[in-house]
DNA sequence: CTGTTCTAACTGTTAAAACAGGTAAAACAA
DNA sequence: TTGTTTTACCTGTTTTAACAGTTAGAACAG
């Protein structure tokens, strides 16, 4: 057995090139919801083995995109005002004790990466011209970067585990339904607020913005 | 595509037997860590096809228990410092959390069954002929219980995922290197403590059972 | 002895086909 | 027409085998 290795650039294998569309394809919106799919029908859209797309499937359960029944099939899980606010209590679990963490040691990190991404979310989303699917995944790098900064790899992965999913709800609830949810530019605002505060203030405050989105996904839901 | 089906006590597929036995292989000890296992070696071992157990790896590394190199292979992940403390971090984050809701909703709620678990903790910890995979397994299952309590199905998958590896970690470290970590009996308190206290003082309590955890696992990777 | 090259045996990955089971419509018997 | 049976096609699952790459060692040339 080796010892080491590039490890790196390696090209793509073929079970990740179709773990990627087939995620594509579902944040997309183009895999009905509920029913189960067909693995000979995927793998030949996406034109690989069915075993590979097994294979794929899997790595998809794994981030919460799709349900495996063991001996039925795998489909696309269906969206409760449940299991929806469920995420979101996760969600917001994750980002209040983030933001707790960034002001226990907020001198010695630099904000300017979280500031940036602010900024870039209220530009999109004070843009007439800006289009949802680039706020998507804006406001996800943001929110995103907020628990990246508290420092645990263990807390980053999970959610981004529940998140894929939100984005993908996100994405749909714009582009089916039409309403708009724009945050009136307030992304910077938040970040100057919360490392001007101390530790309870900014987690109330973080509380409060993760509830306003989960309002905003329910009325999605219920349309 | 048929609408019903009675969807359990159906006879177990043969990946789910596979997973169940490699599961069985690693909480045992008996996988040697950090390096790459053969595939076609395992399969041999546990009578299936490659497939298949490349199948089972992928719902173990789901669980966190194993870890894959996509051209490279799979390899139960080196135990550190830095990631014992990472896990025991998140298990605390959800611990205490769901003793607040436990605390916020005690009238409605039946205390028993986690009141049972705790005691059977206690007998076996105090029992000389206790062993200590017994105690493990059962003291996993009060902590699970905890935060089952609290209601969150998201919560619980979580904490399942990271606690496996404690699972594992707890076994080898009394089978290895013998050392006594028993906890002198008093689950039973803590859990009679939680319930007659307000939310902080009850969430600083389970932070502290959680630390006290960590500090003994740390010993043993450090031995 | 040293350096190169070829070979054989391993690795993970992918494909194609056979297996086991369920469903639904066509074929047949009453 | 009605009820039964057969047949064909679908499903997920599992196997066997081939592909592609790497490593270690033997064989050989200098």
Redesign the interface.
């Known amino acids: 057995?080796p010892a080491e290795?590039s490890?790196s650039n390696?090209p793509k294998?073929k079970e990740?090139q179709v773990y990627e569309r087939l995620k594509e394809l579902i944040l997309k919106g183009e895999i009905p919801a509920k029913?189960?799919l067909s693995q000979r029908t995927l793998a030949a859209k996406v034109d690989a083995a069915v075993?590979t797309v097994?294979?794929a499937l899997?790595?998809l359960?794994?981030d919460g995109l799709v349900e495996n029944?063991?001996?039925?099939g795998v489909r696309l899980p269906e969206e409760t005002e449940a299991?929806l606010t469920?995420?979101y209590?996760?969600r917001a679990?994750f980002e209040c004790?983030a933001v707790r963490q960034l002001i226990r040691k907020r001198e010695s990190l630099d904000p300017q990466s979280l500031i940036d991404l602010a900024r870039e979310c209220d530009r999109i989303d004070l843009d007439p011209e800006g289009n949802a699917e680039a706020f998507g995944n804006v406001h996800y790098s943001f929110h995103r970067e907020i628990v990246a900064l508290a420092g645990?790899?263990?807390?980053s992965r999970?959610f981004e585990r529940?998140n894929l999913k939100n984005l993908f709800f996100w994405n749909a609830y714009h582009t089916w339904h039409g309403i708009d949810s724009r945050h009136l530019g307030d992304h910077e605002a938040l970040v100057m607020s919360l490392f001007s505060l101390d530790e309870a203030a900014a987690a109330e405050l973080m509380e409060g913005h993760v509830q306003r989105g989960l309002s905003f996904e329910l009325k999605g839901i219920n349309a």
Chains 1, 2 share one sequence.
Do not use: G, H, K
């Open positions: 057995m290795r490890w390696e294998t990740e029913e189960f075993i097994r294979a899997r790595q359960e794994n029944v063991p001996r039925w299991t469920d995420r209590y996760m679990l004790e645990s790899p263990l807390m999970m529940i």
